[in-house]
């Protein structure tokens, strides 16, 4: 297992360009005939969070007591949309660049990567429409002002355990879909249910007790729990969460990266 | 340099390609279906080595496993019997253009495909201006490629592919692509890297550039090697046998 990593890695060093290659392609092909271009980027995740915003703060009327219920909304947003998109793409990286794989030898490692590093930018991105809500958030008196923390700078540590997770979970998924496409429609609807059971846009606390240790071991909302403290409590997450972030994103690495490691010899007769 | 021992490779006809979920299924708890899948072995029982410097033909007719051979050498397939041994650095030029992407501009593509390759970024742009000229499509330098005729595509590919020197070169007929004066000039630049030392792995159905280039011929026939050595004997053996079946 330490030495698939040690693969990946050593292959990650040694393509970097090639990533960086594959990572452009997908920016200039996507938004290639557009007039915005990357503008895209930071304005599709703004004005999505916007129709989110009003749906769930005004149709539905979602508040929650001493706390900024559109950062609330905000923070869980971002990381649950990168973790679908990027999971969506990387599922798709073996299959769609088939002919390549068929008449070059590349290490196969690198596609699903570029998936999730090309949609991490745009995360990035999508996190200046969030900065901005958060310097412009609600007003004191009620408590529902947030403030820019020296804890911010966790924020990138947690993020690359996020990263890891997603890496891990595309692994298994490009895996899986080179035997069985049917995995793209699956995929789809797991993602769907997923999104209602992590604690987006309700809280946590809504949920009976017994359930709500269930939904703490969803790794999503570990990672969405430890940004809300940050950006909403101003408090750090325990070192003890942190350690957790890590295991979770790592492990999720190790195993995905071990399934993917087993399998990739076989792709070729499948594509 | 190459060597390839015994090398066998199989694939299981229709199976492998019906992925559906109901498939998976059947395979899953009917264990008779599995049984009945029909393996076919594209290569069998290849050995034959490739000394520094040699020029190798491939003949055969369509489906005896040459491009097959040539994905085992480059390594895009892992063989299901035996080993398969390269000391060096390969370029396969299996099929051209397969790197493009039809969406960017011959541009990015030169710098997409170089990448594929395993070029880095310096190394390319000290190169970009030799790659455009020789494949002498300046003045398409910024349209997507999907509007290029194939012709134009090939051209663009083989310039990518042929601008280092590769310790071994793998070709899949691809001299037969461009217009004549094009055809010329691809062959006159594997003749020089040919001079050069580069091992050459060349599949052709056109005899007449085999024997221009190769020392070597290898016949293969239904994943078997028929038979190999001196280019001249090999070529006449093979024509004589295509000859007789007509």
């Known amino acids: ?271 | 340099m190459i060597r390839i021992n015994n090398v066998g490779m199989r694939f299981n006809l229709g199976i492998e390609k019906d992925n559906s979920l109901k498939m998976v299924f059947i395979r899953l708890f009917d264990k008779r279906k599995r049984i009945k899948k029909s393996e076919f072995w594209a290569l069998k029982n290849v050995t034959f080595n490739v000394e520094k410097g040699d020029v190798v033909g491939l003949i055969g007719s369509n489906g005896a496993g040459k491009s097959t051979l040539l994905k085992v050498v480059s390594g895009v397939m892992k063989p299901t019997e035996g080993s398969v041994e390269v000391d060096g650095v390969i370029s396969p030029m299996i099929e051209l253009g397969a790197g493009f992407d039809g969406d960017l501009t011959a541009r990015e593509n030169i710098y997409l495909n170089g990448a594929i390759l395993g070029y880095s970024k310096e190394f390319l742009d000290s190169k970009f201006d030799e790659i455009v000229e020789f494949s002498e499509l300046k003045e398409f330098l910024d349209v997507p490629v999907k509007n290029f005729s194939s012709g134009m595509v090939a051209k663009l590919a083989f310039s990518i592919s042929t601008i280092v020197d590769p310790e071994i070169l793998i070709v899949d007929e691809i001299l037969s692509v461009g217009d004549i004066k094009f055809q010329e000039k691809s062959k006159n630049k594997m003749l020089s890297m040919i001079k050069g030392g580069t091992t050459v792995l060349y599949v052709s159905h056109s005899l007449e550039s085999i024997k221009e280039l190769c020392n070597k011929v290898v016949w293969l026939e239904h994943g078997k090697v028929i038979m190999m050595g001196d280019t001249k004997e090999v070529c006449e053996a093979y024509y004589d046998k295509q000859l007789k079946n007509n």
């Open chain 1, 1 to 271: 297992m330490i030495q698939s990593i040690k693969n990946i890695y050593y292959n990650i060093v040694k393509y970097k360009f090639l990533l960086q290659q594959l990572v452009m392609r997908d920016f200039k092909v996507k938004y290639k005939r557009s007039v915005l271009g990357i503008l895209w980027s930071v304005l599709y995740p703004l004005l999505m969070m916007m129709v989110m915003a009003i749906v769930f703060s005004n149709m539905f009327k979602f508040s929650m007591e001493g706390v900024n219920y559109l950062v609330y909304l905000m923070t869980g947003l971002v990381v649950f949309n990168y973790f679908s998109e990027a999971t969506n793409n990387a599922m798709g990286a073996i299959i769609g660049n088939s002919t390549l794989i068929n008449k070059v030898y590349i290490p196969k490692y690198i596609f699903p990567v570029a998936k999730c590093i090309f949609v991490g930018i745009n995360f990035v991105l999508s996190l200046l429409p969030l900065l901005l809500i958060i310097i412009f958030s609600g007003n004191a008196a009620e408590g529902t002002k947030c403030y820019i923390n020296i804890y911010y700078l966790l924020l990138p540590f947690i993020y690359l355990c996020m990263f890891m997770f997603v890496v891990g979970v595309g692994y298994i998924l490009a895996t899986v879909a080179v035997f069985l496409r049917d995995m793209i429609y699956i995929w789809g609807i797991m993602i769907t249910i997923l999104n209602y059971f992590t604690p987006i846009f309700y809280s946590i606390t809504i949920l009976p007790e017994s359930l709500q240790t269930i939904f703490k071991l969803n790794p999503l909302y570990i990672y969405i729990n430890a940004t809300r403290e940050i950006i909403l409590n101003s408090t750090p997450p325990s070192p003890l969460y942190l350690l957790i972030c890590f295991l979770s994103g790592f492990g999720m690495l190790v195993i995905g990266a071990f399934i993917f490691k087993k399998k990739q010899n076989k792709f070729i007769y499948y594509l």
